[in-house]
């Protein structure tokens, strides 16, 4: 695609609900990253994906977080038990390995 | 640990006013190095960044950052500030032991005053 894409934009949610937010990555790019913004904590890293595998989790906050990638290509992160720290918007990027990551538009999540 | 640290949370500028964002880097090896842009209610877009070859690097929109190893900086500058520079900027690193995760400084807020 034109760019990489991500759904929703906006998610509101109770605390205790799971969510699932989705990543497609631009056509090609073997590389996938989520992020998270939040105010307090800025910019963070959460997990990496070459492939389907996932060399690096370690940016994943708690056991309540998981994420997957299908078929080399969209990535979905779950959030299980939400909570109100949760509240951030949460950014993917995708690269074709090099150093460049070209991120999408971001999920804002608000869990109430 | 690889860190990023930008000097100022908030700069205000005049409109026609040089722009200066400072960064600097903890690495032992130099790393790839970034300024992302982000617009308000936007995701990131890259501005610049350096890989290898020449320090100085130029950027969209005018904007320009000098690689300086010895003083492990990567400042951003832009000689004359327009309204439309108004947003949060991000420096960020890849260190090279690494061709994943991307380190983020903790931003500046760029105001343009008129």
């Known amino acids: 695609g034109a760019g990489v894409s991500q759904s929703p934009s906006n998610k509101v949610t109770e605390k205790g609900k799971d969510v699932e937010l989705r990543c497609d990555p631009i056509s090609g790019h073997t590389a996938l990253y989520w992020y998270r913004q939040s105010l307090g904590q800025g910019l963070e890293f959460l997990i990496y994906?070459?492939?389907?595998?996932?060399?690096?989790k370690s940016g994943l906050p708690s056991d309540r977080f998981s994420a997957e990638r299908t078929g080399g290509s969209v990535s979905t992160l779950t959030i299980q038990r939400t909570q109100q720290e949760d509240s951030a918007v949460y950014l993917c990027a995708s690269s074709w390995g090099g150093a460049e990551q070209f991120f999408g538009p971001g999920t804002r999540l608000t869990v109430l | 640990a690889q860190s990023v640290t930008q000097l100022g949370s908030h700069v205000s500028v005049s409109e026609g006013a040089l722009v200066l964002l400072r960064c600097n880097y903890s690495s032992s090896v130099p790393p790839y190095l970034f300024w992302y842009v982000q617009y308000p209610n936007q995701g990131l877009q890259l501005l610049l960044k350096?890989?290898?070859?020449?320090?100085l690097v130029k950027g969209i929109n005018g904007f320009e950052a000098e690689f300086k190893k010895s003083e492990t900086s990567f400042h951003l500058t832009k000689p004359s500030a327009h309204m439309s520079d108004a947003a949060e900027y991000f420096c960020?690193?890849?260190?090279?032991?690494?061709?994943?995760?991307?380190?983020f400084g903790s931003g500046t807020r760029l105001s343009i005053r008129p």
């Open positions: 994906f070459q492939g389907n595998s996932a060399p690096d």
């Open positions: 350096y890989t290898t070859g020449a320090t």
């Open positions: 960020a690193v890849i260190p090279y032991s690494s061709a994943s995760k991307i380190i």
